[in-house]
């Protein structure tokens, strides 16, 4: 009751919001778009795994299963769903499934349609997505739900004594293949042992992303022999530490991916650069040849524009978090970050391997990177650390399909 009275008060937040912000209106016009995408596309008697995630970042975890399901078992068809727009909308023509669309929000009632129309014969969650009454319908039509990726946390609301009706939710999962083994001993204790740790997708995506990472001309043309530092879904503060240091380093030169296209923030970056730099989208091999930064103002070219880098900087850790360290990592670099990282398991095991660095504010940035651009030995042991980390984690997904292969050969 008080779950589903708080999903009804956030439908009415969501309604008004939508009056004044883009993002939220896109989001609610495409949840209640989706039962006609469901309607139009469904094609009967056809077989489809339902995969949700709430974002993007989600969906890269899942899309390692999503992919290997498809190579192996074709004769499924693939429903992908979306909470939040910064997935759908860049993910909304993903060739590996064969519908896209919004997740209606958690009612009773939009959970029955959506089933009755989707028909799933297994359902899969990625990594924090416990929807209730999606989860119940599920469980009550003998569906099963699979959790992957997810990670549990002693904070969180299944572990505490106000949220003990919740946490039966978790009961309805056929199987939660966990991250870490801290997150199979808490749920034990609350009695569930239909659990498999087997670590993270992340890692084998990252591993696929850069094996078939793009060739891009221009940013080759750009490096040509010089020592790059390439800046990540940087944010504000972030930029407000390596751009003055960039400016008084002539030896090296700088890629910068904000995490914020918009026109305002790259003429800001601009104005605080001392020196020549050039946008993606302008750039020529003429205005290459005398750029010393390289300002990327497009989206989708980050995860193969680290590979010309020799450090990485992961921007959002002066913020709400740091952004996906692993893109970086994988490529055999250093990767500096801000502060925000505690609850990012691949941060923290980056700094135990000593292949990741936790900056606090400009000294301890310029320490590092003094160190890091003068001590090549530093640079090269860094790298091969955070490689390794990558490799050493990597597994999840065969993991997965351990169990999920003799599932889908039942069916």
């Given amino acids: 009751m008080i779950y589903n009275l708080i999903m009804l008060l956030y439908a009415s937040a969501v309604r008004m919001a939508a009056l004044f912000s883009k993002k939220v209106a896109l989001m609610y016009r495409g949840e209640r778009e989706a039962f006609n995408v469901l309607e139009r596309n469904i094609v009967k008697g056809e ?56 997740l209606p929000l958690d009612t009773p009632r939009n959970a029955r349609r959506f089933i009755e129309l989707a028909r799933p014969c297994m359902a899969f969650f990625i990594k924090y997505e416990f929807w209730k009454n999606y989860l119940n319908e599920l469980d009550r039509q003998g569906i099963p739900a699979y959790s992957v990726s997810s990670i549990f946390r002693p904070d969180q609301i299944f572990f505490q004594w106000y949220g003990k009706g919740y946490s039966r939710v978790l009961h309805t999962f056929a199987r939660l293949f966990v991250q870490n083994r801290s997150s199979a001993e808490l749920l034990r204790k609350i009695g569930i042992e239909n659990v498999t740790v087997v670590g993270d997708t992340r890692f084998d995506r990252v591993i696929e992303i850069c094996r078939k990472a793009k060739d891009l001309p221009l940013v080759d043309k750009f490096k040509g022999d010089s020592l790059v530092f390439v800046a990540g879904s940087s944010w504000e503060p972030d930029e407000d530490i390596f751009i003055p240091y960039f400016n008084e380093c002539p030896n090296m030169k700088l890629i910068v991916a904000p995490h914020v296209i918009e026109e305002s923030h790259l003429k800001e970056i601009e104005g605080k650069l001392a020196r020549k730099s050039v946008r993606y989208t302008e750039a020529t091999e003429e205005t290459l040849q005398n750029a010393d930064c390289l300002i990327i103002d497009c989206f989708g070219l980050l995860s193969s524009i680290y590979r010309y880098g020799e450090i990485a900087y992961v921007g959002g850790g002066f913020g709400a978090g740091i952004h996906n360290v692993l893109e970086a990592a994988v490529y055999g670099m250093p990767v500096i970050f801000g502060p925000n990282n505690r609850r990012f398991r691949e941060a923290q095991g980056l700094l135990a391997c000593d292949g990741g660095f936790e900056i606090h504010g400009k000294d301890d940035f310029n320490a590092l990177t003094d160190k890091l651009t003068t001590d090549k030995g530093f640079l090269r042991e860094a790298g091969k650390a955070a490689d390794a980390y990558v490799h050493e984690n990597a597994g999840a997904l065969e993991k997965i399909m351990q169990t999920i292969g003799k599932e889908l050969e039942k069916l």
């Fill in 47 to 102: 077989k489809y795994l339902w995969f949700h995630a709430a974002s993007l970042g989600e969906f890269e975890q899942g899309r390692p299963l999503i992919e290997e399901i498809r190579k192996k078992y074709p004769r499924y068809k693939i429903l992908q769903t979306f909470f939040s727009p910064s997935g759908y909308e860049v993910r909304k023509h993903y060739k590996g499934a064969d519908i896209v669309c919004y």
